[in-house]
């Protein structure tokens, strides 16, 4: 019977031949996970404004709702109630949207920031490797002529 070759010495030497360098891919990694906490917290503080716009939404909508279910002396009373009330509503609702608009714009405008900073450091530590691997191989093709 035929031995089957044992490829694992023969790929032990194949990929030592061609050193990795994992420097950069840490620095991917940190650089990944910094982004992420920063993208992290404007999430986070976007939910905690929110939170608290609906909370005092739904405070002043209870606050006003106790107001239309007391009782009357007059049946046109709860026509008036009734009407202030969606008219309040109405109002609170719309300066509740334009401060929930006002966050989302935040979010956007700081996502936005983030993101381009990444990207230019990203371009930055792109071309450090380029040279710096340019640099590499230069040093070995002379070595290489020279012997």
Known sequence: MAKTQDFTA??????GAFPVDTSAMETAFKNTAEL???????VLGA????SEI????TKD??????????????PADYAKAATDFASTSAEVAAENMA????????VQMDT?????????DM???ASAAVKKATNEVTTAAKKAAAK
Request: charged fraction near 35%.
């Open 10 to 15: 023969l790929m032990k030497d194949f990929m």
């Open 36 to 42: 992420n906490e920063k993208l992290s917290a404007v």
């Open 47 to 50: 939910a905690e404004q929110s």
């Open 54 to 57: 609906s909370t005092k939404w």
């Open 61 to 74: 909508a209870l606050t006003k709702m106790s107001e239309v279910s007391k009782a009357k002396t007059e």
């Open 99 to 106: 401060a929930f608009a006002e966050v989302a714009k935040k």
């Open 112 to 120: 936005v920031e983030l993101l381009m900073a990444a990207g230019k």
């Open 123 to 125: 371009g930055e530590e």
